[in-house]
């Protein structure tokens, strides 16, 4: 018998549940997804080009009791009776105004899952989203009488790099295992937020080796994505431009830098890139007010996504390579949304493959926010029994590993 989690994500601007068996040793798990319901935001915040705090809040509000519904629903675990005049809901929802009457209509039609604990995401992120996936899962806990496993955001992205593939899809229910790796490795974590090399002893056990000083890799392509006149998020669009750009081999009309490629630290910094492409972009077009979205052609745009995928990825490999060599680490693992990036993989893999390294990157359904991962790195504390007690668990917006 197995370890029967759900795991609760709304760190940005994905509202995400997961229930997943997870069984075997913390070193060598296994997991079944029972029930898996995720709802991104993106189209909602693309108007304000970026994730707007408080509308993801609202936004959570509204989406985590369907997506429990609907995560339960797959799941079809037995049930108790609804369990009824438990006073202290409206308190501990005090701050989450949305949420607290369709969680209270949802608790007196539903009784308590078979479920042993749940796993929730206490940071890093954005406080507001933080807090609303936090409330729930102590409002839940707390009717259910279930333990709280908070979890580091960061580390369910290094996890699910961990996660291996070769599951077959036409097997009902999906599951994952993790892979069992040498340590140490080299972990390159990028998202919309973050942009680290960790040095990870093993799994729990991080040093970090270096970060960017100001914006992270995922921010930039979103930036630059910006400026060029895609929506949010703009990691996939300009990867989208960049991969037709190398198809019909585009000519080189632009040149950006590589910022801090050549110093010999672990650092990095992304904000002068997007100076950069503004620069490009205002002396391609001198005429630009400032609120004028650029008029760039078609292949223009595209062979300039190209050079902003080609700057960021040129840096990502050199340090990462670095950072494997320096350390002795024979494995890289990529984790955070970047990770979604076909270039990424392609040239971290070949750079990798050089030095007689192994790159893991989580199955693609993993990289961005995921409530799967969240599970998954859960199970470690869990199968110890290291629980929080509801009133410990804060939302920390800037947790580190
Ligand atoms: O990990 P994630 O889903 O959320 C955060 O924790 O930030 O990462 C989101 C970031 C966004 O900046 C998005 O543009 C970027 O990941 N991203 C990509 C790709 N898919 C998502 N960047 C480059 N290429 C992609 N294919
Ligand atoms: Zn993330």
Same mark, same amino acid.
């Given at each position: 018998m197995g370890v029967k989690i759900l795991a609760i994500e709304t760190s940005c601007d994905e509202t995400a549940i997961c229930i997943t068996e997870a069984s075997g040793t913390p070193e060598a798990p296994s997991f079944t997804i029972l029930g898996n319901a995720l709802l991104s935001q993106a189209a909602l915040h693309a108007q304000y080009g970026g994730v707007f705090p408080n509308l993801a809040k609202r936004e959570h509000q509204h989406n985590l009791v369907p997506m429990l519904a609907e995560a339960l629903r797959q799941a079809a675990l037995p049930a108790s009776a609804p369990i009824l005049g438990k006073s202290d809901l409206p308190k501990i929802l005090e701050r989450e105004t949305e949420l607290l009457q369709p969680l209270s209509e949802f608790l007196e039609s539903h009784g308590k899952p078979a479920i042993d604990c749940i796993a929730v995401t206490? #940071?890093?992120?954005?406080e507001p989203a933080l807090w609303v996936g936090i409330n729930f899962a102590k409002a839940l806990a707390y009717v259910w009488d279930l333990p709280l496993v908070p979890v580091n955001h960061m580390e369910g992205h290094i996890v699910a790099a961990l996660a291996?593939?070769? $599951?077959? =899809?036409?097997? *009902?229910p999906m599951s994952y295992t993790l892979e069992a790796t040498s340590f140490p490795l080299i972990s390159l974590l990028v998202s919309g937020g973050h942009t680290e090399l960790l040095l990870v002893k093993a799994l729990g056990e991080y040093e970090l080796l270096g970060a960017t000083r100001d914006d992270a890799a995922g921010e930039c392509f979103d930036k630059c994505a910006r400026l060029m #006149?895609?929506?949010?998020?703009g990691g996939p669009e300009v990867s989208r431009l960049a991969a037709h750009a190398r198809a019909h081999k585009l000519p080189p009309t632009f040149a950006l830098p590589r910022p801090?490629?050549?110093? $010999?630290?672990?650092e990095f910094s992304f904000s002068g890139l997007k100076t950069a492409v503004r620069r490009v972009l205002e002396h391609h077009?001198? *005429?630009? #007010? =400032?609120s004028d979205l650029p008029k760039l052609s078609d292949d223009e745009r595209a062979a300039l996504s190209r050079e902003i995928e080609d700057a960021i990825v040129d840096v990502l490999v050199k340090k990462t390579l670095a950072a494997a060599k320096d350390k002795g680490a024979q494995t890289i693992i990529v984790g955070g #949304?970047?990770?979604?990036n076909t270039h990424l993989r392609e040239r971290l893999t070949e750079a990798a493959t050089d030095i007689g390294a192994t790159v893991l990157f989580p199955p693609r359904e993993l990289s961005?926010?995921?409530a799967v991962m969240i599970a998954m790195a859960s199970y470690a504390y869990a199968h110890a029994g290291t629980f929080a007690s509801a009133e410990n668990i804060r939302a920390q917006g800037h947790l580190s590993l």
């Open positions: 206490h #940071g890093p992120g954005l291996s593939d070769e $599951r077959s =899809k036409s097997i *009902a #006149g895609l929506p949010y998020p801090m490629i050549d110093t $010999r630290d672990y077009l001198p *005429a630009l #007010g =400032k #949304g970047v990770s979604a961005t926010d995921n």
